[in-house]
């Protein structure tokens, strides 16, 4: 820890009426890149409010956001709900913090009205933001399930199109693959030999046996024919 004096503290103009005892339970504390201030899962408790530096935010490992506005409070959810904390947050820039420990959070929020206060705003624009992210991802999952749903019918009743049209479709193989697995038929024919398009494209690897099968199996089409 590495504690600084109360004109330092109070340059933030949410502490500027704290006493000078009250102050020095608030201190200010200095991260080297790499460093991690809480773990995801852990139940520590105490308020971070960045001075300076970037920081990631991780979840399950990956990073999902990252802090950088100087005087945003951090750590907030742990601290007021009393749950474990539900990200790691690590250093990506060197970075200084004020820290207000556990035990005196709930004293500076009853103490500084106007701190809660930026507090409920902070958590009212992460709740909008949560809320606005999940209604794209539900808008995004209802695309790609129509658009599956759409491509499964294409693939159970062919719709009028050849099997390839529906592995082009299915992304199983491309134009390309059936347009060389046609030469490479014609080829054979032209030296007495007898395969068909659908034996090319698998002995070529373009499309395992299973998904032709798949696809195979709602044409009348005999693999013959193909």
């Known amino acids: 820890m590495e504690n600084q004096s109360s004109e330092t503290i109070k340059k933030f103009a949410s502490f500027t009426t704290l006493s000078g005892e009250q102050t020095q339970?608030?201190?200010n504390k200095r991260y080297k890149k790499g460093a991690v201030l809480?773990?995801?899962?852990?139940?520590?408790?105490?308020?971070?409010?960045?001075?300076?530096?970037?920081l990631e935010v991780l979840v399950d490992g990956s990073p999902v956001a990252q802090i950088d506005q100087r005087g945003v409070f951090f750590g907030e959810m742990a601290?007021?709900?009393?749950?474990?904390?539900?990200a790691?947050?690590?250093?990506?820039?060197e970075?200084?913090?004020?820290?207000?420990?556990?035990?005196?959070?709930?004293k500076v929020l009853f103490t500084k009205p106007e701190i809660g206060l930026s507090l409920i705003k902070l958590l009212a624009r992460r709740l909008k933001e949560t809320t606005r992210n999940l209604t794209m991802m539900q808008k995004m999952y209802f695309s790609l399930k129509q658009e599956f749903l759409k491509k499964q019918d294409a693939a159970e009743t062919g719709a009028g199109k050849s099997p390839y049209d529906i592995m082009i479709e299915l992304d199983l193989i491309t134009k390309?693959?059936?347009?060389?697995?046609?030469?490479?038929?014609?080829?054979?024919?032209?030296?007495g030999l007898q395969k068909t398009v659908a034996q090319i494209l698998i002995d070529e690897k373009k499309i395992s046996m299973t998904d032709m099968l798949q696809i195979l199996k709602n044409f009348k089409t005999s693999d013959a024919q193909l």
């Open 79 to 86: 601290s007021i709900l009393h749950e474990a904390r539900n």
């Open 95 to 106: 970075c200084n913090c004020l820290v207000i420990p556990a035990g005196f959070v709930n």
């Open 38 to 54: 809480f773990k995801q899962g852990e139940n520590s408790r105490d308020l971070y409010i960045l001075n300076s530096g970037v």
């Open 25 to 27: 339970l608030i201190y």
């Open 88 to 93: 790691t947050v690590r250093v990506k820039v």
């Open 176 to 191: 390309v693959d059936l347009m060389t697995a046609v030469e490479k038929q014609e080829q054979a024919k032209t030296e």
